[in-house]
């Protein structure tokens, strides 16, 4: 999402929603490996361990970034939000949907139980390389937007603004560019031409929360017709 740095302060410390929404952070990581290994029937899948290792490290790590730049967005981002687009509720949660529990269950189905294909692991290569991009993408993003939080709305309570600093400079909406680099790395990673399908399905749910998003901001969140004429791409830098 787009959007402002002066907000009013506030507290720098954890509440319930941050805690919470660090936990479920994690407990859903755990939920996708219980579902990979499970449609797999077996454990003995090297690369399932090594990219659910390095991501439970990277949650870590990204936890400890964000709460130091940045702490009372990972209290908003845990808090439920009831004037939320309608339309944003459904789309975020079918993508949510084929992240956590379409796509492990396909890859696991995949490299386990039946073997539909088999990615060697030199295409693990460029699916860390986009890994590591997204990781650093959502993170730049997040420390520099207080307003970047997991639904679409307006946030008057927050005094939204726009944000033209960081990866906005770049493109619009670099968070979903980086659910989009996400959704393609985690089946290179692990090995499955299956998994890309899913992953193909949350690409395309991200494009349309992205052009639904960006007509919103456009119309509703002052001076963002401005910066649209500054920054002229959505997503993809030189394409859309």
């Not at 030199?122 to 991009?133: D, E, N, S, T």
């Not at 979903?176 to 193909?200: D, K, M, N, R």
Request: glycine share 6%; charged share 15%.
């Amino acid at each position: 999402m787009n959007n402002s740095k002066n907000i009013p302060e506030e507290s720098n410390k954890l509440t319930k929603s941050g805690i919470r929404y660090i936990i479920a952070m994690f407990i859903l990581l755990i939920i996708q490996a219980i579902i990979l290994f499970t449609c797999a029937g077996h454990f003995y899948l090297p690369r399932a361990w090594f990219f659910i290792g390095i991501t439970f490290i990277y949650y870590l790590i990204s936890t400890i970034i964000l709460y130091k730049a940045n702490p009372e967005l990972i209290n908003q981002r845990g808090d439920i939000k009831t004037d939320a687009k309608l339309w944003d509720q459904f789309l975020m949660r079918a993508h949510n949907i084929m992240l956590i529990f379409v796509m492990p269950a396909i890859i696991g189905l995949d490299i386990g139980r039946f073997q539909w294909s088999n990615l060697s692991i030199y295409y693990a290569v460029p699916g860390f390389i986009f890994y590591i991009i997204s990781t650093i993408l959502i993170n730049w993003a997040m420390i520099v937007n207080p307003h970047f939080e997991a639904t679409v709305r307006i946030q008057k309570d927050r005094n939204h603004k726009v944000i033209t600093t960081g990866p906005y400079k770049i493109v619009r909406h670099p968070g979903y560019l980086s659910g989009i680099l996400w959704s393609i790395a985690v089946p290179l990673i692990l090995g499955s031409t299956f998994g890309l399908i899913p992953g193909g399905i949350a690409i395309v749910l991200l494009i349309i929360r992205t052009f639904l998003e960006d007509k919103t901001l456009q119309s509703e969140l002052t001076g963002y017709s401005k910066y649209v004429k500054s920054v002229k791409y959505r997503l993809f830098p030189g394409v859309w």
